[in-house]
């Protein structure tokens, strides 16, 4: 009796989860939720400190290119909530594009320098496409952005030290 209950249970899972699948819509599988958040790099060494602050009303933009000829092929914005959080919904498989979520403005006039040389540029790629092998094919979840002060915190200083580096910065 315990044998056919077990086998019963392991068939209706796995009925269960084939009828999931069948009803599932193809789209399904090309619709990407993308969440990420932005800050205000306050010590100006482009990472999150204890004194980084988060953004609410920066605003990020996500594009995509072709590989080829670098022609853009989608673009989308969005604005950070009161935690300095945003989230974007894109639909279609950007296999072969570069996509990449990049800084556009922030709403604090002393936090609003990028970094635009190209080896430091404060920008984040991202895959859109469910046949890259990354298991969540619905939700990306971006590094950090962050901004920069114009001057660093005289704080700085104390929160390197407590880290145990000497970044290079004129404070």
Do not use: W
């Amino acid at each position: 009796m315990a044998k056919f209950f077990i086998v019963f249970l392991a068939s209706a899972i796995c009925f269960t989860t084939l009828v999931h699948f069948a009803a599932a819509d193809a789209d399904d599988f090309d619709r990407f939720h993308i969440k990420g958040s932005v800050y205000c790099d306050t010590c100006r060494v482009q990472f999150m400190t204890r004194l980084s602050k988060f953004l609410e009303g920066a605003k990020v933009k996500l594009e995509c290119k072709g590989r080829e000829n670098q022609t853009v092929t989608l673009t989308k914005e969005a604005v950070t909530d009161s935690a300095g959080n945003y989230q974007m919904e894109v639909m279609g498989d950007h296999e072969e594009e570069l996509c990449e979520i990049v800084l556009v403005q922030s709403p604090d006039p002393e936090c609003g320098e990028v970094n635009n040389q190209e080896f430091l540029r404060n920008a984040a790629r991202i895959s859109l496409t469910a046949n890259d092998g990354i298991v969540s094919n619905e939700t990306r979840t971006i590094n950090p952005l962050g901004f920069m002060r114009k001057t660093p915190l005289a704080d700085c200083p104390q929160a390197f030290k407590e880290l145990g580096i000497v970044p290079d910065v004129t404070f």
